[in-house]
């Protein structure tokens, strides 16, 4: 190596170092306070809500949604300069929606700061909820109810424990979902390779869970029909019962029961293995083509076919 490429990597390096002392410098200054080093300028405005309604429609970019209950009805945005939201309310629906006028040069530059819409709701029941983001995370309490339910997300999580009368659907793609101790007349979540996690639901209808690479744990479940289809992911049901069918098929993902049960169960891997326990008697059709069995020998009950081709299988019956 020559002189001349030593002294430059030394300079380099210098400088280097030399930056990382003024930014540490720089925040130290701010109290480690990163969002004071955003370049991009944010305001709070806040909308009083005097008008009656029933439906609420949201359309975001980036921004958070929580909602929370009040005596009064409000929505306060935080909001970037020239990307603030329209609400209003208009036959009967609160509308807010995503109003972005920002330049293309806008959008450059350092941005510590997340977007937040507040939605605060002097009521408790409502008619038809629906959220439509891409990077937001959205957040309902058990406080509220609704007649439908319906969160489209891209990779913002997505919480709901708020119940409603017909359906609950929630769909993301990197996101994660989260729905705990609701009632509903159907639910149905997607996401691609965000995980699932349920807990407390119980439904009139069929549940359905559909998930590509990611993880799904549900827990004490009760509903009409159960369906999940899924690939690479693991699938954990504990306590989930369905006076129907059980249905569940993944590719290379394991799947796991803990007294479940159903009228009819049907379960389909390819390299992951089936195991757990059912609440009932079962006549068991199984099939591997490398893998071990190990079932009840029982021959009343409804039929509970497992199909694997390296998946192990073994279940019990623990009523």
């Known amino acids: 190596m020559g002189k001349k490429t030593i002294v430059w990597l030394i300079a380099a390096t210098a400088l280097v170092v030399a930056g990382f002392i003024i930014l540490g410098g720089t925040i130290s200054m701010q109290k480690w306070d990163f969002t004071k080093l955003s370049t991009v300028k944010y305001e709070t405005n806040t909308y009083e809500l005097s008008e009656g309604f029933e ?6 970019n980036t921004a958070d949604i929580v909602f929370v209950p009040g005596d009064r009805g409000s929505v306060v945005c935080y909001e970037q300069e020239n990307a603030e939201h329209f609400v209003a309310v208009k036959d009967g629906t609160l509308t807010i929606n995503i109003v972005d006028t920002r330049k293309w040069y806008e959008y450059i530059g350092v941005n510590w700061s997340t977007p937040k819409i507040t939605v605060t709701l002097p009521q408790s029941e409502y008619g038809a909820l629906s959220i439509s983001s891409l990077t937001g995370d959205v957040e309902i309490p058990k406080t509220f109810h609704f ?9 913002g999580n997505v919480t709901n424990s708020a119940s409603s009368t017909d359906a609950v659907k929630i769909k993301t793609s990197t996101g994660d979902i989260r729905v705990e101790s609701i009632s509903a007349g159907t639910l ?12 407390g639901v119980t439904c009139q209808g069929d549940v359905s869970i559909r998930v590509t690479t990611g993880r799904a744990n549900l827990t004490d479940i009760r509903c009409k029909n159960f369906v999940s289809r899924g690939d690479t992911g693991n699938l954990t049901l504990k306590n989930v019962v369905a006076t129907e069918k059980l249905s569940l098929e993944r590719s290379t993902g394991n799947i796991t029961f803990d007294r479940c049960d159903a009228a009819e169960i049907s379960v389909k891997t390819s390299t992951g293995k089936v195991s757990g326990s059912l609440l009932t008697h079962k006549v068991f059709i199984t099939h591997t083509d490398t893998g071990r ?24 019956v623990d009523p």
């Open 55 to 60: 439906n609420i429609s949201i359309q975001t």
């Open 147 to 155: 007649t439908v339910i319906d969160i489209s997300e891209n990779t």
């Open 188 to 199: 149905d979540l997607s996401v691609s390779t965000g995980k699932v996690t349920v807990a």
């Open 293 to 316: 069995v190990s079932i009840p020998k029982t021959v009343t009950g409804g039929i509970c076919e497992i199909t694997t081709d390296t998946g192990n299988i073994t279940i019990s």
